[in-house]
Antibody
Framework: QVQLVQSGAEVKKPGSSVKVSCKASGGTFGSYSISWVRQAPRQGLEWMGRILPILDVANYAQKFQGRVTITADKSTNTAYMELSTLNSEDTALYYC??????????WGQGTLVTVSS | EIVLTQSPGTLSLSPGERATLSCRASESVSSSYLAWFQQRPGQAPRLLIYGGSSRATGIPDRFSGSGSGTDFILTISRLEPEDFAVYYCQHYGTSPYTFGQGTKLEIK
């Protein structure tokens, strides 16, 4: 059973960047893909992108292309999601999720990112 | 991008009843890459069904998924109190892996 532990809540100014981490345990990190999904307050789920740590290849939803970077450090079983040029619409709960191929089997606890001046 | 439309938006039923939730895709989706999630208030979503009809680990057999092409169904055979939540469908065949907007299952 894979467990994902994410970094703590962040408060950011508009125009700045945020980097959220996600540490995996209980599984073979390289066997999974790691996706990032966000959920704005009282809204639905939005897939942002994913990475295959074994290949170090990432792909992103077009909406976030150029603004999001997903990376993975196999030596520490940790994935990262960095989102730049933040605005108020980026206020959301950000989840890391891992699974086989692009499946979303195991979810982290979520990291709240608040963008406010 | 494939758009998934879920219906109804809200479903009001009583414990013990059968729930049928629909997910319609804007273009054909391989059932091998269609998933359903449950999200209870204040919790992260939980994978219920993957590959259109396979239950994830630990999911009770009252949950079942079916469908093909553009029309998919999640059925909960007999509702338990803990089943009242929001349900999302998602495809994960070709990027971007979009979600439906969700169906809220509430107690009648």
């Amino acid at each position: 059973q894979v467990q994902l532990v994410q970094s703590g809540a962040e408060v950011k100014k508009p125009g700045s960047s945020v980097k959220v981490s996600c540490k995996a345990s209980g599984g073979t990190f390289g066997s999974y893909s790691i996706s990032w999904v966000r959920q704005a307050p009282r809204q639905g789920l939005e897939w942002m992108g994913r990475i295959l740590p074994i290949l170090d290849v990432a792909n992103y939803a077009q909406k976030f292309q150029g603004r999001v970077t997903i990376t993975a450090d196999k030596s520490t079983n940790t994935a990262y999601m960095e989102l730049s040029t933040l605005n108020s619409e980026d206020t959301a709960l950000y989840y890391c999720v891992c699974g086989y191929n692009a499946r979303l089997d195991y979810w982290g606890q979520g990291t709240l990112v608040t963008v406010s001046s | 991008e494939i758009v998934l439309t879920q219906s109804p938006g809200t479903l009001s039923l009583s414990p013990g009843e059968r729930a049928t939730l629909s997910c319609r895709a804007s273009e054909s989706v391989s059932s091998s890459y269609l998933a359903w999630f449950q999200q209870r208030p204040g919790q992260a979503p939980r994978l219920l069904i993957y590959g259109g009809s396979s239950r994830a680990t630990g999911i009770p057999d009252r949950f079942s998924g079916s469908g093909s092409g553009t029309d998919f169904i999640l059925t909960i055979s007999r509702l338990e109190p803990e089943d009242f939540a929001v349900y999302y469908c998602q495809h994960y065949g070709t990027s971007p892996y979009t979600f439906g907007q969700g169906t809220k299952l509430e107690i009648k």
